[in-house]
């Protein structure tokens, strides 16, 4: 069973970035699907962006268009979630998962995603 592990998250100013990165262990990611998503407190998890087997296919929620980049490293094992100019809303527990049953594309939808990392913090302030 592939065991996933976020790591990258920390303190930023807005206007500032961060690099999430997602590891797995147990298993590879490089067929499947990965979704990065995210939870702020009181609110809903949320997609946020996912990337195809390939990496040819790629989606981003409109909040994050323009900012944000996912990537992946098949070699390496890795996901990652380039963040750029970083506003106070964007802070949430920032999660990964995979999607093993998808043979194209991706998605933002969290019910297609089966496995899930534990999280990484990610907080913008002054």
């Known amino acids: 069973q592939v065991q996933l592990l976020e790591s990258g998250g920390g303190l930023v100013q807005p206007g500032g970035s961060l690099r999430l990165s997602c590891a797995a262990s147990g298993g590879t990611l490089d067929a499947k699907a990965i979704g990065w998503f995210r939870q702020a407190p009181g609110k809903e998890r949320e997609g946020v962006s996912c990337?195809?087997?390939?990496?040819?296919?790629?989606d981003y929620a409109d909040s994050v268009k323009g900012r944000f980049i996912i990537s992946r490293d098949n070699a390496k094992n890795t996901v990652y979630l380039q963040m750029n100019s970083l506003k106070p809303e964007d802070t949430a527990v920032y999660y990964c998962?995979?999607?093993?049953?998808?043979?194209?594309?991706?998605?933002?939808?969290?019910?297609?995603?089966?496995?899930w990392g534990q999280g990484a913090q990610v907080t913008v302030s002054s």
């Open positions: 998962a995979t999607d093993t049953r998808r043979a194209y594309g991706c998605s933002l939808a969290i019910n297609v995603y089966d496995y």
């Open positions: 990337i195809s087997r390939s990496a040819a296919g790629r």
